[in-house]
C-alpha cells in the first residue's frame, strides 16, 4: 500500500482534525505543514510536522490475510487511525487544546464504545480507559459513553428479523434559520394532499415488502418537518393507514414538534389509534431567541401544548432543547432547564447547535455563544436530566457543533426511544418512507449499509413515488428481480 498516495483520500478526514482545534483550513496550504508517511520493517509510520512542533507514531502493519480484500480493509484502518492520531498529537501540542471527544471526529462515539467492550474490557474501568487511551477522549465522555452502552444493553438486541419504518411528513409552519432538513414551508397547503396520496401508496408497499422479506416490525416513528402541520383530518387520516399497513409494532412516536401546531383534536387522533409517545420540542423557553432563529411560537404555547398533551393522557412526553443558540447565556439556557423541570417530560434530548451549510442561521453570521458557554450548556442538560432521574440512552455528533460537544437523549428507566437507539446504531433495518427518507438494509457479517434514499423535493417525490418504492424492493429484495 503506498502511504503517501492514501494519505491523499483521506484529506478531508484530516481537516475534521484540524477544525477540532479551531485551526482555518487554509493552514493546509501554507508549506509549514508537512507530513510523511511510510510502511517500513512491518510497520507504518508518520510525522507531522508544523514548522515548530512535531508529532511521530508508528502501529505495526496487520498480518497477512488469506482473504487480499479484508486484508487491504484492515491496513488502511491502521494506516488510517495512524495518521489521524499523529495529526491530533500535533495539534494538541500546538494549540494546548483538548477537545472533549480527543481525537474522535465521527457521527458515532458509542461504537467505539462497543469496539472496547467486544475486545474484551467488559468492565466499566477498563473499557472507559480503552476509549480515554486510544483516542484520548475525556474521562466525563467516556463515563458517558459507559452508561449508554449499558442502557442500550438492556433493549432487545438488534437481530436481522427486524424492520423499523419511518414515515416523513416534510412540512412545517415556519422554517427555523438552523434547520438542514429537507422539509417545506406548509404555505397554503397545496402540495398536502397529493403528498399524502403518494406517501399512502407508499406505506401500502412498505408493507407488502415486511410481508414479503419474512420481518417483523420493530419501531414506527412518524417525523419531518412536523407532522402535526398536518389538519386535524390529515393527521387522522395518515395515522389510520399507519396502523392499517403497519400494526403490531413494539413501539410508536409522533413527533409533534412545533407547539403552535398541537391541537386537541390532533392530539385525540394521535391516542385513537394507541400512540402516546409524543415529542413537542421547545428548543428554547426564551421568546427572544424564538423569534430569532425562526420559531412562530412562544414561549407560553410551549407550556398550553404540555398542559394540553397531559390532559390528552400522553405517556410519554419527549422534550428537545439545543444548546449554544445564537445570543443565549448559560441563564437563558437555565430557563429552558427551569421548563424542563416544571414540565417533566419522560425523555429530554439535549442538542448542540450545528452550523450546517445549508441553514440560513450559517449564512447569517449570527453571534453563537463560544465553546465553554455551549460545553457548561450541555452539562446543565445532563444535570436536569440527572435530577430529573433520567440516563443517558443514545448519542451522535454532527460536523460543526458549538464546543465539539454532542447530542444525547436521556429517558426514564424504561423509557429509551428504541427508533432513536436504531437509526443512531445503524444495527436494525429502516424502511424510510416519505420525501427526504433514506432506507438502510444493515449487512451485519460484511460490517456494510445498504441504503435507497428518497428523493427529497417534494414535488418530485409525489410524481416519482413509483421509483422510490422501486429502489427499496431492489434493496431489500434484489433477489426477486422486480
Ligand atoms: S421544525 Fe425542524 S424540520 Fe421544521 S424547519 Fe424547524 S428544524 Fe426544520
Known amino acids: 500500500m503506498d502511504m503517501m498516495q492514501y494519505l491523499d483520500t483521506i484529506q478531508p478526514e484530516l481537516m475534521n482534525i484540524t477544525r477540532l482545534f479551531g ?31 512535531s508529532a511521530e507514531n508508528a502501529v505495526l502493519i496487520p498480518p497477512e490475510e488469506a482473504d487480499a480484500r479484508l486484508q487491504e480493509l ?6 488510517r487511525r495512524l495518521v489521524r492520531q499523529t495529526l491530533y498529537d500535533l495539534c494538541r501540542k500546538a ?18 464504545m462497543y469496539e472496547a467492550i467486544g475486545s474484551g474490557c467488559t468492565e466499566a474501568e477498563n473499557a472507559k480507559r480503552y476509549v480515554i487511551d486510544h483516542f484520548d477522549v475525556t474521562p466525563e465522555k467516556a463515563e458517558l459513553l459507559w452508561e ?28 427555523c434559520t438552523y434547520c438542514s432538513f429537507s422539509s417545506g414551508e406548509l404555505g397554503k397547503g397545496v402540495l398536502v394532499e397529493p403528498y399524502l396520496d403518494a406517501l399512502f401508496r407508499e406505506m401500502d408497499e412498505a408493507s407488502r415488502i415486511i410481508a414479503d422479506t419474512g420481518r417483523t416490525l420493530r419501531a414506527v416513528y412518524v417525523g419531518g418537518g412536523t407532522p402535526t402541520s398536518l389538519n386535524e383530518d390529515q393527521l387522522s387520516r395518515m395515522l389510520d393507514r399507519m396502523m392499517l399497513r403497519f400494526p403490531g409494532a413494539m413501539e410508536y412516536t409522533v413527533e409533534a414538534g412545533r407547539p403552535d401546531t398541537i391541537t386537541p383534536g390532533k392530539l385525540a387522533a394521535i391516542k385513537a389509534v394507541g400512540v402516546g409517545r409524543i415529542s413537542i420540542n421547545p428548543q428554547t423557553m426564551n421568546d427572544r431567541t424564538l423569534r430569532v432563529i425562526g420559531r412562530a411560537h412562544t414561549a407560553a404555547q410551549v407550556e398550553e401544548a404540555y398542559a394540553m398533551a397531559r390532559a390528552a393522557d400522553m405517556h410519554h412526553i419527549n422534550m428537545d432543547v439545543i444548546a449554544g443558540l445564537p445570543g443565549e447565556n448559560a441563564d437563558d439556557f437555565a430557563v429552558t432547564m427551569d421548563a424542563a423541570l416544571r414540565f417533566r417530560p419522560e425523555s429530554l434530548t439535549v442538542h448542540t447547535l450545528a452550523i450546517k451549510r445549508s ?7 449570527a453571534p453563537l455563544p463560544d465553546g465553554e458557554t455551549a460545553s457548561r450548556m450541555v452539562q446543565m442538560g445532563l444535570e436536569t436530566a440527572r435530577t430529573l432521574g ?3 440512552y443514545y448519542l451522535y455528533r454532527q460536523k460543526y457543533m458549538a464546543g465539539n ?15 432513536n437507539v436504531d437509526i443512531m446504531e445503524e444495527t436494525t433495518h429502516i424502511l424510510a418512507l416519505g420525501a427526504g427518507g ?26 416519482r413515488v413509483d421509483e422510490m418504492i422501486q429502489r427499496k424492493r431492489d434493496l431489500f429484495m434484489p433477489e426477486a428481480g422486480v
Request: proline fraction near 9%; charge should be negative; glycine fraction near 8%.
Open 390 to 392: 433520567m440516563q443517558p
Open 74 to 79: 484492515h491496513r488502511k484502518r491502521a494506516a
Open 438 to 463: 433514506i432506507s438502510k438494509r444493515v449487512y451485519e457479517d460484511e460490517g456494510h449499509i445498504g441504503r435507497a434514499p428518497n428523493v427529497a423535493n417534494i414535488e418530485h417525490y409525489i410524481s
Open 148 to 175: 449508554i452502552a449499558q442502557v442500550q444493553g438492556q433493549l432487545p438486541p438488534p437481530e436481522d428479523r427486524w424492520m423499523d419504518v419511518y414515515i416523513g411528513i416534510p412540512f412545517c409552519t415556519t422554517r
Open 95 to 112: 494549540t494546548g487544546i483538548h477537545p472533549p471527544w480527543g481525537s474522535l471526529t465521527g457521527i458515532r462515539p458509542t461504537h467505539l
Open 405 to 419: 460537544q454532542e447530542n444525547v437523549g436521556y429517558a426514564l428507566p424504561g423509557h429509551a426511544c428504541q427508533y
Open 359 to 365: 441553514s440560513r442561521l450559517h449564512l447569517e453570521q
Open 23 to 53: 485551526l482555518p483550513d487554509s493552514d493546509w496550504d501554507t508549506p509549514k505543514w508537512r507530513f510523511t508517511a511510510a510502511a517500513e520493517e512491518g510497520s507504518f509510520r508518520c510525522q507531522f510536522t508544523d514548522g515548530e512542533h
